[in-house]
């Protein structure tokens, strides 16, 4: 099974949006397994050491590690409420009482955060987020046939291998407009996904 499909059901599974999953682990490992970060990073979705162990999967084991990545991604959502803040928290952490991070832009900016994190941060958002509106397309089937596994749509989801570049985002566009089509794309998933 190629690392992608693991991914996708893997976030099926858990119930995470499976481009989101997809394009945080292609973004973070380019889907290398062996991937080691700076920061001692590890694996696909680039678990931290102690992260991994919080999650109770062993990072450099590629189903775990997927497990986790996917894990996290679900827990970071539950939390924010807004794929953008859980990327955010993904990416630059969401804090604590000595790392000023996310909760503390959240706590002290409000609604103008975005503006207050990390250029790379604000970077690694637009990238995932525009690649979800631009890679992925959802197919609707208005004839009422059967699409592969049941229901009347298909998603469409391109296949990346291991060693291979992912696609480019489209540039143009505003950091909100491009957020607020996200989250209606990553909302639409999420509905054609259950309707499966």
Known sequence: MLIADQIIAEAQRQGVPPALALEVATDESS???????????????????ATAAQLGVDPTDVSQNIQGG?????????????????????????GDAQHHRLD??????GAGWFAHIPSSTQGYINKILGNMQTQYSVTFNPA???APGGGT????????QAGLPAIAPSGGGSVWGTL?????????????????
């Open 180 to 196: 607020a089509v996200a989250v209606a794309v990553i909302l639409g998933l999420g509905y054609v996904l259950s309707e499966s």
């Open 153 to 160: 749509s298909v998603l469409n989801i391109p296949i990346y």
């Open 144 to 146: 009422g046939l059967a």
């Open 104 to 109: 503390y832009a959240l706590s002290v900016y």
């Open 70 to 94: 996917v894990s996290l991604l679900r827990q970071l959502l539950a939390q924010y409420g807004d794929p953008a803040k859980a990327l955010a928290a993904y990416n630059w952490g969401p």
């Open 31 to 49: 889907l290398n397994p062996a991937a080691i970060g700076k920061a001692r990073e590890i694996g696909l979705f680039q678990l931290m050491p």
